[in-house]
Nanobody, 124 residues
Framework: QVQLVESGGGLVQAGGSLRLSCLVS????????MGWFRQAPGKEREFVAA????????NYADSVKGRFTISRDNAKNTLYLQMNSLKPEDTAVYYC?????????????????WGQGTQVTVSS
């Protein structure tokens, strides 16, 4: 059973930075894709970024390209999301997830395991 625990959320001013972490345990080769999603109040959960744990290939939503960076530390079993130049519209609960298919890395239904989420609030 894959378990994901996020941390690093908080309150930051517009233009600031935060780094989210996701500690991964029980990970299996059947879920090689790790992703970050976010959900704002009253909105659907949306894709932010994904990484293939083996190839380190990455994929980003257009809204975060050039500002966010996804990475992983194999030795620490940890996934990261470095968020720079934050905007108020980035405010949401951020979730990490483990999924199956790289070709569907932006789809919510590609992911079998989810963390509990961490709140990110960007003030203007």
């Amino acid at each position: 059973q894959v378990q994901l625990v996020e941390s690093g959320g908080g309150l930051v001013q517009a233009g600031g930075s935060l780094r989210l972490s996701c500690l991964v345990s029980g990970w299996t080769f059947s879920t090689p894709v790790m992703g970050w999603f976010r959900q704002a109040p009253g909105k659907e959960r949306e894709f932010v970024a994904a990484i293939n744990w083996f190839t380190v290939r990455t994929n980003y939503a257009d809204s975060v390209k050039g500002r966010f960076t996804i990475s992983r530390d194999n030795a620490k079993n940890t996934l990261y999301l470095q968020m720079n130049s934050l905007k108020p519209e980035d405010t949401a609960v951020y979730y990490c997830a483990a999924g199956r298919s790289w070709s569907n890395s932006a789809r919510v239904d590609n992911y079998d395991y989810w963390g509990q989420g961490t709140q990110v609030t960007v003030s203007s």
